[in-house]
């Protein structure tokens, strides 16, 4: 009596070989399980057409290369493919495909499919982790786009300054060569520049013509105040706007404020802003000036080489020429 070889009853089974005999032997034995069985010779081009066209559970291999059948099965993308064994691998030596066998080889078949699972599993995990962490990071970029443009929606409620030194200072980043990440940080944070102008009373920051002495001091305290509420952030763009806050007004002498920093002491991104930020200022008019021309602001920005502003940056503004000029006319500015 035929032993009972239900293990892999109902599945396809591809038997990949050029020995007739030892292939209609196996075909057999398969039928005999109650599995499918389906042939084709043993070149790696058939066994390929012949999986693509109707993907069974496993290929047996019967006497050809089962490496070479795997390579050329692997780029095909069949990840849940079928499991490629050589038939020798399941029987003992010169024995025939029995219940043993069978039993290995749908092992062999449930592993493989576990496998799958698996892996199918850790893709859409690693997609969520993906899409969480980036749900998040434009939560806190809009997030601090908004707290930006409440921080200059007094004096510019078009919150256009805002954007505009950041841009300004992301393509002056670019120019000296800085890496995507730090010039995205850069676009990021500018806009955070004067966050703590929040708490300057209004008849100080809206006041048409010249500060006392007493309101500048009142003014100077926004460079901190800023640092202050974007201090302890664990993210590298908060830490960036920090930097951007606490720096902008640093003068490359070592005469500016808050903390008097000269020279490359000063964070690169304070340096970049400081200089977008007085453009942008000089360009536009405010409650206590008119505008100036682009070319007055661009000589009054190169005059300050080496004295306000790193000569760097300087170079990098000049560099910028007409992308800057195209930057402003988008902008409706003079
Ligand atoms: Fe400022
Ligand atoms: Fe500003």
């Not at 992301?170 to 730090?182: C, E, K, V, W």
């Not at 952030?233 to 808050?258: I, K």
């Not at 903390?259 to 690169?268: C, E, F, L, Y």
Request: proline fraction near 5%; charge should be negative; hydrophobic fraction near 45%.
């Amino acid at each position: 009596m035929a032993p009972i070889m239900d293990a892999i009853a109902g599945m396809r089974v591809l038997l990949a070989g050029d020995d007739d005999a030892a292939v209609s032997e196996l075909r057999a034995a398969i039928s005999l399980a109650g599995a499918v069985p389906a042939a084709c010779s043993g070149d790696p081009g058939d066994v390929a057409a012949a999986v693509a066209q109707d993907p069974p559970a496993a290929v047996l291999v019967v006497g050809a290369d089962p490496v070479a059948l795997r390579a050329r099965l692997d780029p095909l993308g069949l990840q849940g493919g079928p499991e490629v064994v050589p038939v020798e691998d399941l029987t003992r030596a010169g024995a025939p495909f029995d219940a043993a066998a069978a039993r290995r080889l749908r092992a062999l078949i449930d592993r493989r499919a576990l496998r799958m699972r698996q892996v199918e599993l850790e893709a859409v995990v690693a997609t969520q982790a993906v899409d969480s962490r980036r749900d998040l990071q434009a939560a806190s970029v809009d997030l601090l786009r908004r707290l930006a443009a409440a921080a200059e929606y007094r004096d510019d409620n078009t919150h256009e300054h805002t954007q505009r030194v950041g841009d300004l200072a992301a393509r002056l980043a670019r120019n000296l060569g800085h890496d995507d990440r730090t010039v995205w940080l850069v676009r990021q944070a500018a806009p955070l520049h004067d966050l703590g102008k929040i708490a300057v009373p209004d008849n100080i920051l809206l006041k048409p013509g010249r500060l006392t002495d007493e309101e500048f001091e009142v003014v100077k305290t926004h460079a901190v105040l800023g640092a202050r509420v974007l201090a302890g952030g664990e993210s590298d763009l908060l830490q960036t706007a920090e930097r951007v806050a606490r720096t902008h007004h640093e003068r490359w002498d070592g005469t500016g404020y808050p903390d008097g920093m000269a020279g490359d002491r000063i964070p690169i991104e304070g340096r970049l802003v400081h200089v977008a930020d007085v453009f942008d200022v000089l360009v536009h008019e405010r409650p206590y000036k008119e505008s100036w021309t682009v070319m007055a602001a661009t000589e009054e920005i190169r005059r300050g080489a080496g004295t306000q502003f790193d000569p760097e940056v300087v170079a990098a503004f000049d560099g910028l020429g007409a992308s800057a000029w195209a930057l402003l006319d988008a902008q409706g500015a003079p």
